[in-house]
């Protein structure tokens, strides 16, 4: 009898748990995760990436983030849709936002915002990485789980990608195992050797050739910055140096890390037949 009772209390008890937390906590957990779903979905560049019109109807603008382009602003006040994109080796005239040649020693082009290009992939953010700001949502990397990202935003929020894109890459869910953040080879400080998630035996030597960490941004590491370690070694993580002790080692991205290697043309196998008597 008491004990049915206290079932029935604990049912009611979990009840009122599983209501509370159905209408209580969720409400900015579901709000979050709209944005960010909208926000994936979204091909558009951030706002801060495009020009204002204001005082500059029928006029020519500048690029906030490009020297290579400039805008328009049609007579009726808004933006025309493209930017027009100077010819390649071109830049913008500042003072008569018309493309010239570009000439040594004029002014220099500006590093286009990685956050403005759509073609230049975005960093992935750790949360130790998460932008000291007040104010957003940032999405950032699990550090085990691809297919889980979380947001800090106030509280912390993880969400799960969909099964048919189950990989988060620093922005949006994807299909493509190898654009997962543990992917990512990111410089975030300059004159530091990090490993090359696709090839267990190389490393990169981040030297920050644009600036970019020197601007505050960390950026992907480029094949200018690759380097291979010597035959027989592998580059540990841990020592951030090249050693024979590394390996066998292991490739964490790419999957046929060890298809190469049985792959050269190089190595040619001879066979001997067995002749049975
Ligand atoms: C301004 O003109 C462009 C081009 O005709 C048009 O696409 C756009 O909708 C107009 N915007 C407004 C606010 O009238
Ligand atoms: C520097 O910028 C150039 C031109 O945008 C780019 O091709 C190159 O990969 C960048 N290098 C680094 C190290 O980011």
């Not at 206290?6 to 709000?31: D, I, K």
């Not at 890390?257 to 067995?274: C, K, L, R």
Request: proline letters at 8%; glycine letters at 4%.
């Amino acid at each position: 009898m008491a004990s049915s009772s206290s079932v029935l209390q604990c049912l009611v008890t979990l009840t009122c748990l599983v209501l509370v937390t159905q209408t209580a906590v969720p409400q900015s957990y579901r709000s979050i995760k709209t944005i960010l779903l909208n926000r994936a979905s979204e091909s558009k560049l951030p706002e801060q990436c495009l020009p204002s019109c204001e005082g500059h109807t029928a006029d020519h603008v500048r690029d906030p983030s490009r020297c290579d382009q400039y805008w328009i602003c049609l007579p009726n006040g808004t933006l025309y849709e493209q930017p027009h994109v100077c010819p390649a080796g071109w830049i913008v005239n500042i003072d008569k936002l018309v493309c010239e040649p570009e000439i040594e020693g004029s002014e220099q082009c500006n590093i286009p915002d990685p956050e403005c290009d759509p073609s230049i992939p975005k960093v992935c953010f750790h949360k130790d990485t998460c932008p000291d700001r007040d104010e957003g949502i940032f999405p950032y990397a699990d550090e085990d789980d691809c297919s889980v990202y979380h947001a800090c935003h106030f509280a912390d929020v993880d969400i799960k990608c969909d099964p048919a894109t189950p990989y988060f890459n620093g922005q949006e869910c994807v299909d493509d195992a190898n654009q997962c953040c543990k992917c990512q080879a990111v410089c975030d400080l300059d004159w530091t050797f990090i490993p090359d998630p696709f090839d267990c035996h190389s490393y990169y030597l981040c030297q920050d050739l644009n600036g970019s960490i020197a601007g505050g941004k960390p950026y992907i590491a480029t094949d200018e910055e690759k380097f291979t370690c010597p035959e027989g070694e592998a580059f540990d993580a841990s020592t951030g140096l090249c050693s024979k002790s590394a390996e066998p080692c292991d490739t964490k991205c790419g999957g046929n890390s060890f298809t190469s290697a049985y792959t050269t043309s190089a190595t040619t196998m001879i066979f001997t037949p067995i002749v049975s008597h």
